[in-house]
């Protein structure tokens, strides 16, 4: 009950720092910055974001990697089917968050890094910028899905805490 309740803390705690980062924080820090119009608002907008994706990303993979662990260990416990469910909630969520951060964030960043101008200066039809616009498009993307998993294995497993109680 202990470990069940402590799954759900995280996920539940997990999935409404990724939805206030996409809701608020994301687009709060571009409207924000760049109304001031500064001429690197993007830029600047641009790395606060960064930063807390990470944090988002890299949370949302240790414990999407600790409830994967957790299902298998305890999986004898209950049923298969949502044993099975909650394996691959965590495993998506962990994938996602750990291919967001370690692959499509780290290119963002080499790719901004090669851009030398603040993003804000560099052409829009630059292959660079076209590149770093599709990877954000990616980035948004493996958050929705490690997102919709970190859902599926909360209601999972309270479901399944719902039919243990009763």
Do not use: C
């Not at 608002?41 to 414990?63: H, M, Q």
């Amino acid at each position: 009950m202990l470990l069940r309740n402590v799954k759900l803390f995280f996920l539940a705690f997990w999935l409404g720092a990724a939805v206030f980062f996409s809701a608020v924080v994301a687009p709060g820090a571009f409207s924000v910055l760049r109304a001031f119009a500064l001429p690197n608002a993007s830029e600047i907008a641009g790395t606060l974001v960064t930063r807390t994706l990470a944090i988002v990303n890299i949370s949302g993979f240790v414990i999407g990697a600790l409830l994967l662990v957790l299902a298998l260990i305890f999986r004898k416990h209950f049923g298969r089917r949502t044993v099975m469910l909650e394996v691959f909630s965590a495993t998506v969520l962990a994938f996602a968050t750990g291919i967001g951060e370690w692959v499509i964030a780290a290119r963002m960043r080499a790719l901004r890094i090669s851009m030398v101008l603040p993003i804000d200066q560099v052409s829009s039809d630059d292959a660079r910028r076209m590149a770093f616009n599709d990877l954000h498009g990616y980035s948004v993307t493996a958050l929705g899905i490690a997102m919709i998993a970190a859902l599926v294995a909360f209601v999972t497993i309270a479901y399944r805490a719902r039919l243990n109680t009763n």
